[in-house]
């Protein structure tokens, strides 16, 4: 009798040991993480993530042909290359073709390539598959609306040389 009541005094506690474990996570083999994106930095950078401000992270799918426009962006990002070449021109005869794998940095008004050059620059998809991105912006006003903006830039007219290229 004595061993029937301390067998279901400890069934009775691992119910509720269960029960208390799942209303608080659950157990850790109920733990699960998926990796959204991974590259290789093209260079070294430090970029100090401002008190009060947001880190937005968009994932964008450019279909074949599409194109940015001449432009330059107005924030820092980082640019992770998940599936597929982009290919970025920085004049109408200099370009770099960014490939699945790769991740770069843009500081605010500069190019990846030539953090010297504050010109405009052009992205297109000039292959045949569609290119996937992830683009990290760590210093977003608050509040600041990105609902369908496609990677924050500010448009520019194409140079002067080249301006069928867009």
Known sequence: MKRNLLVSVCLAGAVVLVSVSAAFGGPPATYSMKE????TAYTSEHVPIEAGK???MQTLI???GWSSGWHHHPADAYVL???GALTQYMSCTEKIVWQA?????????EHSTHPDH??????RNEGSEPVEITVIFPNVP???PTEGLLVPRDFEPAPAECPTLD
């Open 36 to 39: 959204d994106a991974r590259a």
């Open 54 to 56: 947001d880190v937005v």
């Open 62 to 64: 450019l279909e074949p």
């Open 81 to 83: 290359m998940k599936k």
């Open 101 to 109: 794998g790769n991740a770069y940095y843009h500081a605010a008004g």
């Open 118 to 123: 504050k010109g405009p620059q052009l992205a």
């Open 142 to 144: 608050h509040g600041q």
